[in-house]
């Protein structure tokens, strides 16, 4: 189980690491793109494709950190109301949810990967898979971390509460 965790501790940063490169070049490409239009009069038009790549590739890096992290939102006002042990069924339930939305991203990402396979992005000519790698890899990572926080929460003892 530590290696487990461990393994996911260090998953988590990359994906949170390579979420920060990617804003950082999404930020310095819109700069870019801008400049050139306004400036110098002179639009490329491979910036807006790449600009769409570096917001899909925050958008799910960022989203797997944010489940290893219980960062993901959620209203658990109600549920902290309840008994220990219905806390732990919810959050089972919850990581059960998210792990289900894991598998069918993965199921569209790569249907749609395969789909495209053969299409062009004209502007940067690589093939229109290349948009649908963050979310396979996003949904991988997700699912992973679901299964982390399921086996602790299945492994670890259920804390006391008062109205137990």
Known sequence: MERLTAI??????????????????????VIYGVVLRYVFNDSQPYVEQVALLMVISVA??????????AGHIGLDSVAKLMPAKVQVWIGGIVDVLVFVFAALLLWGSVHMAVSTYQNTIPTLGISEAFRYLPPVLASLLIGLFCVERLLVLITRPVPASPWN
Do not use: P
Request: include cysteine; charged fraction near 10%; hydrophobic fraction near 60%.
């Open 60 to 69: 799910m890096f960022g989203a797997a950190a944010g489940v290893r992290d």
């Open 8 to 29: 996911s501790a260090r998953l988590s940063r990359w994906a949170l690491h390579v979420a920060c490169v990617c804003l950082s070049v999404l930020g310095l490409i």
